[in-house]
């Protein structure tokens, strides 16, 4: 028996109940992604703050790099900005300004692109940020980010976004707005973060930075 989009998309918005996939990843199967119409979309749009493959420049570090990232995270991220689940008065406007299908095309687009490889910076904690990252800090409950983001930082499909090579000011501030509750998109971020110094953030941060 045939299944048309519209029942397959609430569907999979069912099983993500179940399965924990996020919502916008069911609600992408109304639309087809076109990867073409994504890029021009994106050059449109994005591209001032976040280069012209998804690689934004270095000198502005805070605007985090997108190429390469799971189609499924930036959509959920993008509907979020949209609807001020994730407050961020820059990207607020922009979200606004894309269409559904540009919710789709644009990641679609954007999952192509390789990311460009960044690195660590700072030799005095490069350590602490490994040992966190691949063991989590056991004392306080402070789970391993190679359990959902990979041990290499590629993430998980659908489920935990790609996080190697990001710049380490932009994973950083994240960080601190998670534990500061002033992102509020996340509860587990939220949580893990609210067990982390100043300096165990900087130095997650940094380690994730060379990863590849």
């Not at 999979?12 to 890029?39: M, N, R, T, Y």
């Not at 041990?151 to 501030?173: D, L």
């Not at 601190?176 to 100043?198: E, P, S, W």
Request: aromatic content about 6%; charged content about 20%; hydrophobic content about 40%.
């Amino acid at each position: 028996m045939a299944i048309s989009k519209t029942s397959l998309a609430a569907l999979l918005a069912a099983s993500s109940i179940v399965w924990g996939i996020p919502v916008a990843f069911a609600q992408q199967a109304a639309v087809q992604p076109d990867p073409e119409k994504g890029s021009a979309s994106f050059a449109t749009v994005c591209i001032a703050c976040h280069g012209p493959d998804g690689n934004s420049n270095a000198a502005l570090p805070t605007q985090p790099k997108l190429a390469q990232q799971h189609p499924a995270y930036l959509i959920k991220q993008l509907r979020e900005f949209r609807s001020g689940v994730r407050e961020n008065a820059i990207m607020k406007p922009f979200a606004d300004m894309l269409t559904e299908e540009d919710l789709v095309n644009i990641p679609a687009w954007l999952t192509t692109q390789k990311a460009a490889p960044g690195e660590a910076k700072n030799a005095q904690t490069v350590f602490l940020g490994e040992q966190i990252y691949r063991g989590g800090i056991m004392d306080r409950n402070v789970p391993a980010c190679a359990g959902c983001h990979g041990p290499n930082g590629s993430g998980i499909p659908a489920q935990y976004p790609r996080v190697a090579g990001q710049f380490p000011e932009y994973t950083e501030a994240q960080l601190l707005t998670f534990r500061d509750g002033v992102r509020k998109n996340n509860d587990v971020m939220a949580q893990v973060a609210a067990k982390m110094n100043d300096r165990e953030i900087k130095a997650v941060a940094d380690y994730i930075a060379g990863l590849r």
